[in-house]
C-alpha cells in the first residue's frame, strides 16, 4: 500500500507491540500444552511431589505470580484479552530483569527455553530495529525519495507520472493533413494511401500517421459540366455533377484517413498549427477522434489541428457560385436552382469574360434555350421566346492565349447561333436587384451601363489562400512554391507542399495538377522517412541515409490544349498545337462533359483526360 520508508514511526511501534504479544501468546499457549500433557500422564500425586511443590519459592510480584501459577485444565490465555494481558506482564518483566521469567522449575523443559532465547533475541533486534528508524525519521534526515532528487525551481511544477507521453504504438499519431478535396487533393489522398503508405515506419522507432483530409464541402462539384448544368435542370443529372466523396475511400478501409468538413481560417507556421471552422455537428464529432488525448474534450465550432506534413490543394474559385464550389455543396446545389429559374424566365442575358468558360457558357445558352430538336430537326423558338444574349469580352479577341485564329472561329459559331460579342470592354460594377424588378445593371469602363434580366459571371478565378501569410504569397495570392520540388521554402522545415490552381507554378491547367502528384509525393515520402532516420538515431548516425534521400523536380508540360463546346455537335478546339474541328470538340468533351470520369477522380484520383490506351494514372 505505503512504502515502508515513509510511515510514522509510531505505527511501527504499535504493530511491533502486536506481533510480540502475538508470539509471546502464542510461546505460552505451547507451554500450557506441554504442562497439560505432563498432568494427564502423571496418576496421582505423591507426597514427594507434594513436597517438591510445597517448596517453590513465593512470587515477589502480581506479575510473577500470574507467570508461574500452575497449569489449569483449560488454557486460559487462549482469549484475546487474555493474550494481550500475558504479553504485556512478560514484556514488562523481561524489560526489568533483563531475562524473561520462566516457568516453574519443575515444568521446565529444554524446548521452553530455546524459545525463550528467541523470543529475547527477536525483542532486542526489533528495538535495534525501531532506534535506527527513529533516528531516520528525524527532520534532519528522512528516508524519502526526495534526499536523491535535485532541489525544485522556484515556479516549476513537476511533471506527474500520469502527465508523460506515451511511446510506442500508444503514442499520438503524427498528422499528414491535406487542404482541398478537389483533384489535386484527392489524386494526393489515394496515392498517398495507395504507393506511400507501405513504405513509411522503416525503423523501430518509427511513429504511426494519420492522414487528415479537410474540405468545406462533402462532396466533390464536376465544374468540368457547369456551362451546361447551369442553362436548365435536367441536361445534366444532379448525381452527375455533384459525387459525394467519403464513399471513394471505401476501398482503404483499415487505414488511418478521416475527413472532416470544415474551413482553415488562420495558419500558425511556426507552430505547425491550423485553425478550423467546423461546419455542423457532424464534423465537430469527427474532429474529436483525431484530437490528441491529452486535450479537454470541447464541441467549439473552431479547433486547433497540429500538422507534420501538409499538402495544399486548396485550388481557385471562380466569382460565379454556379462554376464552382463556395462552401458547401449545396450552397453551388441553391445558386443552380435559382439560375434555373431566371433564366427560364429571362429576355435578356448578359455573360462576362471572353474565355473558355465564358465561350462555352454563352453556347450553350443559345443552343438549349433559343432552339429546340437536334441535327436538321433543329429549329429556333418563336420570336416571344427568343432570349437575347451578349458576350462581353475585355480582350481584342476571344480565348486569349490560344491561336488568333481559334478565337475568330469561336466568334463565327457564336454569332451563327445569334449571340452578340463585344470586345475591348470591361465590365468595372455588377449589381444584383438594382430595382423593384430585380433586373441587374452592369456597368463598363465606358462610363455606360446596361440593364439585364440575368447576368451569368465568367471573368476568371481567384486561388482560395485567405488563410495563408502574407508572407508566403506571391503578388497575385497564389502561394509562392518552389517550381521544382512543390515546397514552401519560405516556411522555414520540409513537409509543406502546394500543388494545382493555389500554387503559383500552375497556369491553371489541369495538366498541371496531375503532373506534379508524383513529384509531391516522392518528395514528401523522402521527408518522413528522414524524420524516421532521426528519430532511430538523434545523434546523426543516419546521416548518411538521410543524404541519399534525392529528391524528384517538376517540369512543366507546354502542352496548351483547350476545348470549348458551343453548340449541340460543334465547337472550337486547340491541342498538340493543332486546330481540332468541330465533330472532334464533340467527341472529347462536348458530348457529355466527361460526367462518366467523374467517378474515377472520386475513387482513384486519376485524371479525367488520361490517355485511354499506354497512359498511366496521372497522364
Given at each position: ?546 543524404d541519399s534521400l534525392v529528391d524528384e523536380e517538376f517540369v512543366q508540360r507546354n502542352v496548351n490544349s483547350h476545348l470549348c463546346p458551343i453548340s ?12 481540332l474541328p468541330g465533330i472532334a470538340v464533340w467527341a472529347l468533351k462536348g458530348h457529355d462533359y466527361r460526367v462518366c470520369k467523374a467517378s474515377r ?19
Amino acid at each position: 500500500m505505503f512504502p515502508a520508508d515513509t510511515l510514522p514511526s509510531q505505527y511501527c511501534e504499535e504493530q511491533e507491540a502486536k506481533f510480540e504479544a502475538k508470539r509471546l501468546a502464542r510461546l505460552q499457549a505451547e507451554a500450557a500444552q506441554a504442562r497439560a500433557a505432563s498432568c494427564s500422564t502423571a496418576s496421582r500425586p505423591t507426597p514427594t511431589s507434594r513436597q517438591t511443590q510445597s517448596q517453590v519459592p513465593t512470587p515477589q510480584s502480581v506479575t510473577q505470580a500470574l507467570l508461574t501459577r500452575p497449569a489449569m485444565g483449560r488454557a486460559a490465555t487462549t482469549g484475546f484479552l487474555g493474550t494481550m494481558f500475558q504479553g504485556f506482564a512478560k514484556a514488562k518483566s523481561a524489560s526489568s530483569t533483563g531475562t524473561l521469567t520462566p516457568p516453574m522449575s519443575g515444568m521446565s523443559t529444554p524446548a521452553k527455553e530455546k524459545n525463550f532465547a528467541e523470543m529475547e533475541a527477536y525483542i532486542a533486534e526489533r528495538k535495534k530495529d525501531a532506534d535506527i528508524a527513529n533516528a531516520h525519521d528525524s527532520p534532519n534526515h528522512r528516508r524519502t525519495a526526495s534526499n536523491f532528487a535535485p532541489p525544485p525551481t522556484p515556479g516549476h511544477r513537476p511533471p506527474s507520472l500520469h502527465s508523460k507521453a506515451p511511446t510506442g504504438t500508444a503514442a499520438e499519431p503524427l498528422n499528414i493533413v491535406i487542404l482541398g478535396a478537389s483533384f489535386g487533393g484527392l489524386s494526393c489522398a489515394h496515392a498517398l494511401l495507395d504507393d506511400i503508405w507501405p513504405q513509411l515506419r522503416t525503423t523501430s522507432t518509427a511513429p504511426n500517421y494519420r492522414l487528415i483530409i479537410i474540405s468545406p464541402s462533402t462532396h466533390i462539384y464536376w465544374n468540368i459540366g457547369a456551362p451546361r448544368a447551369l442553362v436548365a435542370p435536367g441536361l445534366v443529372s444532379v448525381e452527375e455533377v455533384f459525387i459525394p466523396l467519403e464513399p471513394g475511400f471505401h476501398r482503404h478501409r483499415g487505414l488511418p484517413v478521416t475527413f472532416i468538413q470544415g474551413t482553415v481560417i488562420a495558419w500558425e507556421v511556426p507552430e505547425k498549427l491550423l485553425t478550423i471552422d467546423l461546419h455542423d455537428r457532424a464534423a465537430r464529432a469527427r474532429f474529436k477522434t483525431v484530437r490528441p488525448r491529452n486535450t479537454c474534450d470541447s464541441d467549439v465550432g473552431i479547433q486547433s489541428l497540429e500538422y507534420h506534413a501538409l499538402i495544399l490543394a486548396t485550388g481557385t474559385s471562380a466569382h460565379s457560385d454556379l462554376l464552382s464550389l463556395h462552401g458547401t455543396h449545396l450552397n453551388t446545389l441553391g445558386a443552380l436552382s435559382a439560375a434555373h429559374h431566371r433564366l427560364a424566365g429571362a429576355k435578356t442575358i448578359i455573360v462576362g469574360g471572353g474565355g473558355c468558360s465564358g465561350v462555352e457558357v454563352a453556347g450553350q445558352l443559345a443552343t438549349y434555350l433559343n432552339y429546340r430538336g437536334r441535327g436538321v430537326a433543329r429549329r429556333r423558338v418563336k420570336k416571344e421566346d427568343w432570349k437575347q444574349i451578349l458576350l462581353i469580352a475585355s480582350t481584342d479577341a476571344l480565348l486569349p492565349g490560344i491561336k488568333s485564329k481559334v478565337g475568330q472561329k469561336a466568334i463565327k459559331a457564336l454569332k451563327a447561333l445569334g449571340i452578340e460579342v463585344r470586345l475591348n470592354t470591361r465590365i468595372v460594377a455588377v449589381k444584383e436587384d438594382f430595382d423593384l424588378t430585380g433586373q441587374v445593371k452592369v456597368e463598363l469602363d465606358d462610363e455606360t451601363a446596361m440593364v439585364a434580366d440575368a447576368y451569368v459571371a465568367c471573368t476568371g478565378v481567384f486561388p482560395n489562400t485567405k488563410f495563408v501569410p502574407k508572407h508566403l504569397l506571391d503578388e497575385k495570392g497564389y502561394l509562392a512554391t518552389n517550381s521544382k520540388i512543390m515546397r514552401l521554402d519560405k516556411i522555414g522545415y520540409p513537409g509543406v507542399f502546394a500543388l494545382g490552381d493555389c500554387a503559383a507554378y500552375s497556369s491553371n491547367y489541369v495538366m498541371d495538377v496531375y503532373t506534379a502528384v508524383p513529384i509531391v509525393l516522392h518528395n514528401l515520402l523522402n521527408d518522413l522517412l528522414a524524420h524516421e532516420l532521426r528519430l532511430a538515431s538523434p545523434y546523426g548516425g543516419n546521416q548518411d541515409q538521410i543524404d541519399s534521400l534525392v529528391d524528384e523536380e517538376f517540369v512543366q508540360r507546354n502542352v496548351n490544349s483547350h476545348l470549348c463546346p458551343i453548340s449541340r455537335y460543334g465547337g472550337v478546339g486547340w491541342l498538340l498545337g493543332k486546330v481540332l474541328p468541330g465533330i472532334a470538340v464533340w467527341a472529347l468533351k462536348g458530348h457529355d462533359y466527361r460526367v462518366c470520369k467523374a467517378s474515377r477522380v472520386v475513387v482513384d484520383g486519376g485524371n479525367p483526360y488520361a490517355k485511354p490506351v499506354g497512359g498511366t494514372r496521372w497522364e
